[in-house]
């Protein structure tokens, strides 16, 4: 079994940013992609971006321009940058991890507000 710890989320005025870290422990399972999802209340969870195990990234047209994710080299590690934020980004942020065999892993989540 692998955890996946959120951290990073909290209030921010828009036009901030904010770094979002995922830390997986547990199973030292390979994994193949890491990524990050949100969710706003009363709709479906979103995709934001991924990250491959060869460091190939893609982004939702939402946040393209204005995110980065990351990695350490082991994959133990998942960051996410938001840049220019706005009351849009304004979600439950959750990491989710993808095993080569198939099965994937989601974290708890973490808020992030964006308002003044």
């Known amino acids: 079994q692998v955890q996946l710890a959120e951290s990073g989320g909290g209030l921010v005025q828009p036009g901030g940013s904010l770094r979002l870290s995922c830390a997986r422990s547990?199973?030292?399972?390979?994994?193949?992609?890491m990524g990050w999802y949100r969710q706003v209340p009363g709709k479906q969870r979103e995709w934001v971006a991924s990250?491959?195990?060869?460091?190939?990234?893609a982004y939702a047209d939402s946040v393209k321009g204005r995110a980065t994710i990351s990695t350490d080299n082991g994959m133990n590690t998942v960051f996410l940058q938001i840049n220019s934020l706005n009351s849009e980004d304004t979600a439950v942020y959750y990491c989710?991890?993808?095993?080569?065999?198939?099965?994937?892993?989601w974290g708890q989540g973490t808020r992030v507000t964006v308002s003044s």
């Open positions: 989710t991890a993808k095993a080569s065999a198939g099965r994937t892993y």
């Open positions: 547990g199973d030292t399972v390979t994994l193949s992609t």
């Open positions: 990250i491959t195990n060869s460091r190939s990234r």
